[in-house]
C-alpha cells in the first residue's frame, strides 16, 4: 500500500470486508420483489461486483496488477449504473457502497501512480539540487583563484630585481675599470722591463768591448757604462714599484668579480621567482576559467532540468494527481449520497467518508510537500549568490509553487477538517477516537506549515467538531 494509507489500509481492508459481508447479509432483500428482467439484472451486477471485490480483499496481500485492477474497478462503476438508481432501496444501497469501494479503489491506484510520479520528481529536484551546488563550487573557486592580487608581489619583485640589476651595472663598470688600471700598469711594468733588459745588454756589451782598450780610452768608456747601468736600475726600480702597485690591485679584483657572481645569482634568482608568479598567474587564470565553463554547464545543465521537471509537474504529474481527486471526489459524493439514504447505517457511512476525505487529504499534502520541495529549490536558484541567467524565470516558478504548495495545503487541511467531523458523528467511537487523533495531529502539522508560510503564529486545531 501507499503511503497514503500507511496506518489506516488495514482496518480498511476490514472495513471494505465488514461491509461486504453485510452485503451479504442483505441477499434475501436484494432479490426480494425480482419480478422484472431490469430488476434480477440489477441484483446480479450487485452479486457479480461483490464476488469480485472479495476476491481483491482476499488476497489483499498480493493485488495484481495495477492495470487489471483499474480496470475492474471502472467496470464495477459502470456495471452498477442502473443499480445505483434503482428504486429498490436495498439494491440501491448495495450498489452505492460497492461504487464507493471501486471508486476509492481506483482512486488509491491512481494516487499511488501520481507517488510514484512524484518520487521521481522529487529525485531529479534532488539532483537539480546537486547540479546549482556544483556550480555554486565552481564559481567560489574561480574566485578564490583569481582573488589574490599578485601586484604588490610582483613590484616587490621588479623593484629588487632593478636594484640587483644598477648593482650588477655598478660593480661590472668598478672591475671593467680596474681591469684596465691593471691591464696599464703590467703594459707599463712590461715596457719598464723591455727597456732595463736593453740597457743591461748594453752594459754587457760596453763592459765587454772595454776589456780590449786602453787604460786611458777604458776610463772614458766605463764613464758610459756606469751611466747605463744607472738607467737600467731605474728601469728596473720602475717596474718594480709597477709589479708592487699590480699586486695590490689584483685583490681589488678578485673581491669585485664576487660581488658581480653575487648579484649576477640574485638577479637570476629574482628573475625567476618573477618568472614563477607569471606561470602560477597563468595557471590560476586557465583553472578559473575551467572553473566558470564548469560552472556554466553545470547552470545549463541544472535550466534544462527544472524546465523538464516543471513541464512533467504541469503535464503527467498534475494529471495524475487530477485523476486520482476525481476519483476520491467521486467516492465521496457516492457515499455521501449512500448515507442519507433510507435505512442507511450512519456509523458505518460516517467512517467510511472520514477514511476518504482522510486519504484525499494525505494525497493533497503530498502534492504540497512536491510543491514545496519545487518552491525551495528554485528559491535557491533565484536567491543565489551567483545570479543565474534564468534568474527571473525561477522567481517566477517559485512564486507559483508556493501558490499551488498553498493550495494544496488549504485544501488538505480542510480535508482533514472534514475527516474529524465524520469520525466524530460515527457511531463506533472506540475506533474513530484513535483517528480522530491522528487526524488532530495531521491538521495541526497542516495549519503550522501554512502560518509559517503567511508568517504568522499558529493556533492549536481542536479535537471538537467545528
Not at 183 to 195: G, V
Not at 373 to 393: F, I, Y
Not at 409 to 418: H, K, Q, R
Not at 447 to 460: D, I, L, T
Request: charged share 30%; hydrophobic share 40%; proline share 3%.
Amino acid at each position: 500500500m501507499n503511503e497514503l494509507h500507511r496506518n489506516q489500509s488495514p482496518r480498511r481492508r476490514r472495513t471494505g470486508v465488514l461491509t461486504l459481508t453485510a452485503l451479504i447479509g442483505l441477499a434475501p432483500f436484494l432479490f426480494a420483489g425480482c419480478d422484472s428482467t431490469a430488476e434480477k439484472a440489477e441484483t446480479d451486477a450487485i452479486e457479480t461486483v461483490q464476488r469480485r471485490m472479495e476476491a481483491i480483499n482476499a488476497d489483499a496481500a498480493n493485488p495484481g496488477d495495477p492495470t487489471q485492477r483499474a480496470d475492474l474497478y471502472t467496470q464495477a462503476i459502470a456495471t452498477l449504473q442502473p443499480a445505483r438508481d434503482s428504486d429498490h432501496p436495498a439494491r440501491r444501497a448495495a450498489a452505492r457502497s460497492l461504487t464507493t469501494r471501486a471508486q476509492a479503489g481506483l482512486g488509491e491506484l491512481q494516487a499511488d501512480a501520481a507517488l510514484q510520479l512524484r518520487s521521481k520528481a522529487l529525485e531529479e529536484i534532488i539532483q537539480a539540487g546537486r547540479l546549482l551546488d556544483r556550480r555554486a563550487n565552481h564559481l567560489d573557486l574561480a574566485r578564490a583563484l583569481v582573488a589574490h592580487d599578485p601586484s604588490d608581489e610582483m613590484s616587490h619583485l621588479r623593484s629588487e630585481f632593478a636594484d640587483r640589476e644598477q648593482a650588477l651595472a655598478t660593480v661590472e663598470a668598478e672591475r671593467v675599470e680596474v681591469e684596465g688600471r691593471i691591464a696599464d700598469l703590467r703594459s707599463r711594468m712590461e715596457e719598464f722591463i723591455d727597456s732595463a733588459r736593453e740597457l743591461r745588454a748594453r752594459e754587457n756589451q760596453l763592459r765587454i768591448e772595454v776589456l780590449d782598450m786602453s787604460a786611458e780610452e777604458r776610463s772614458s768608456r766605463m764613464e758610459d757604462v756606469y751611466v747605463i747601468q744607472r738607467q737600467a736600475d731605474a728601469e728596473e726600480v720602475r717596474a718594480g714599484n709597477l709589479e708592487a702597485e699590480l699586486a695590490s690591485v689584483s685583490p681589488e679584483l678578485n673581491r669585485i668579480g664576487n660581488e658581480v657572481e653575487r648579484y649576477r645569482s640574485q638577479r637570476d634568482l629574482l628573475r625567476q621567482s618573477m618568472r614563477q608568479l607569471e606561470l602560477r598567474l597563468e595557471s590560476a587564470r586557465e583553472q578559473a576559467d575551467a572553473n566558470r565553463t564548469q560552472a556554466a554547464e553545470a547552470a545549463r545543465s541544472f535550466d534544462r532540468m527544472i524546465l523538464e521537471i516543471e513541464e512533467r509537474l504541469d503535464g503527467p504529474i498534475t494529471e495524475a494527481f487530477d485523476l486520482a481527486i476525481r476519483s476520491y471526489q467521486s467516492a465521496i459524493g457516492t457515499a455521501r449520497s449512500n448515507a442519507t439514504g433510507p435505512g442507511a447505517d450512519r456509523g458505518v457511512a460516517q467512517m467510511t467518508l472520514g477514511r476518504l476525505h482522510q486519504e484525499f487529504a494525505a494525497l493533497q499534502r503530498a502534492r504540497a510537500q512536491m510543491w514545496e520541495t519545487l518552491a525551495a529549490m528554485t528559491r535557491k536558484a533565484a536567491q543565489s549568490e551567483h545570479p543565474l541567467p534564468e534568474r527571473d524565470r525561477y522567481t517566477a516558478l517559485t512564486t507559483r509553487a508556493e501558490e499551488l504548495r498553498r493550495d494544496a495545503l488549504i485544501a488538505s487541511s480542510e480535508a482533514f477538517g472534514v475527516a474529524r467531523d465524520s469520525y466524530q458523528q460515527a457511531d463506533v467511537r472506540g475506533e474513530a477516537s484513535t483517528l480522530i487523533e491522528r487526524v488532530v495531529e495531521e491538521m495541526n502539522a497542516l495549519q503550522q506549515a501554512m502560518r509559517e508560510q503567511a508568517g504568522v503564529e499558529s493556533e492549536p486545531v481542536s479535537m471538537l467538531a467545528r
